[in-house]
């Protein structure tokens, strides 16, 4: 599945709304994208590094589309600079934007819930 990852780094006196990219950004995405093959995605908020210091990207926004020319069509179009114009008002990270072929084996894709057995 062709996927549009957008990830922004956290450098030295880079700011990063969470908020405003949580309930207008993504939202917008959505609108404006949502009929031109947008299939899904998700956003990963950085939290931390493993050992606890700060993580180095303030987020990881991943957009799925139906096919890749959905996806390019949707970079050439109308709303693209709209939505990339709307980056910088939720931050001043130079965001890196690359085009990515999904994979998810099915073994990654399921659950395994084991209960306790009470007998």
Wanted: glycine share 10%; charged share 20%; hydrophobic share 45%.
């Amino acid at each position: 599945m062709p996927s549009l990852s957008v990830v922004y780094p956290r450098t030295p006196g880079t700011t990063f709304d969470f908020d405003y990219y949580r309930s207008k950004h993504m939202p917008l995405v959505t609108q404006l994208w949502g009929n031109a093959g947008l299939a899904g995605g998700e956003a990963l908020l950085g939290k931390s590094t493993p050992d606890g210091s700060e993580a180095p990207y303030f987020a990881i926004g991943i957009i799925h589309f139906d096919t890749a020319e959905a996806l390019r069509a949707a970079l050439a179009g109308e709303h693209a600079s709209e939505i990339i114009g709307d980056i910088a008002k939720f931050t001043d990270a130079e965001p890196v934007i690359q085009i990515n072929d999904r994979f998810a084996p099915a073994w990654m894709c399921r659950r395994v819930f084991v209960l306790p057995f009470d007998g």
